[in-house]
């Protein structure tokens, strides 16, 4: 069956610019939840999703980012006025539920900000 | 707090030879779970495997084995016989019984396999 899908796979921008990045999980699968990695180091939690709720946000570095999961399917992490320390790659994954099952990755999307 | 700590960044080996991976983890839960994953050069994350709390059994699959002591708050990972194809970066996770099972990673150790 498909994996868990993020658009677009590359994505650069200029500083002060916004962007969107979508991810679609496993059909089925309730958790979602939206991680970044920088270069060298392991993902760091942003913020997940049972349903259409996010659950816990804490993860979010300031208010510039936001994240939407509106029919609990396909969820949308927004940045505005992206600045060169966004530059990351956003990973995405998602789980049957959010009780601690295995979760599942995306390829992720490598956001530079110029 | 929430920690994992995978103090070894790289490590370089020749194909055949076995590796253990490290990872001491600091949690106050006392239900908590343990992940590995690997990250190949495709990038994709691979789930490895996920060990709770209260099973302390070490387990082994193929060529892999881990070795979880909670008397110490490790959980090291052993590639036996190591293959090229095992060449990646290898990542310890926690997540706590009451986090809705939000991830908390350490660092990465990135193997080399040479052949």
């Known amino acids: 069956g498909a994996g868990v899908s993020q658009t677009p796979s590359n994505k650069v921008t200029e500083k002060g610019k916004y962007v969107e990045l979508r991810c679609d999980p496993i059909?089925?699968?309730?958790?979602l939840y939206w991680y970044r990695q920088s270069l060298g180091q392991g993902p760091e939690f942003l913020i997940y999703?049972?349903?259409?709720?996010?659950?816990?946000d804490s993860g979010l570095p300031n208010d510039r980012f936001f994240a939407v999961r509106p029919e609990g399917s396909v969820s949308t992490l927004k940045i505005q006025r992206t600045e060169r320390g966004d530059s990351a790659v956003y990973l995405c994954a998602s789980s049957p539920g959010t009780g601690v099952y295995e979760q599942y990755f995306g390829p992720g999307t490598r956001l530079t900000v110029t | 707090a929430q920690k994992v700590t995978q103090a070894q960044t790289e490590i370089s080996v020749v194909e055949k030879e076995d590796v253990t991976l490290d990872c001491v983890y600091e949690?106050?839960?006392?239900?908590?779970?343990l992940f590995w994953y690997k990250q190949p050069p495709s990038g994709e994350l691979v789930f490895l495997i996920r060990r709770n709390s209260f099973d302390e059994q070490n387990e082994i699959s193929g060529r892999y084995s881990w070795n979880f002591q909670k008397s110490t708050s490790s959980f090291n990972f052993t590639i036996t016989a190591s293959q090229v194809v095992d060449s990646a970066v290898y990542f310890c996770?926690?997540?706590?019984?009451?986090?809705?099972?939000?991830?908390?990673f350490g660092q990465g150790t990135e193997l080399s396999v040479k052949p």
């Open positions: 996770a926690l997540s706590d019984h009451n986090q809705g099972g939000k991830l908390i």
């Open positions: 999703f049972q349903g259409t709720g996010a659950a816990d």
């Open positions: 949690t106050r839960d006392t239900t908590y779970y």
């Open positions: 059909s089925g699968h309730t958790a």
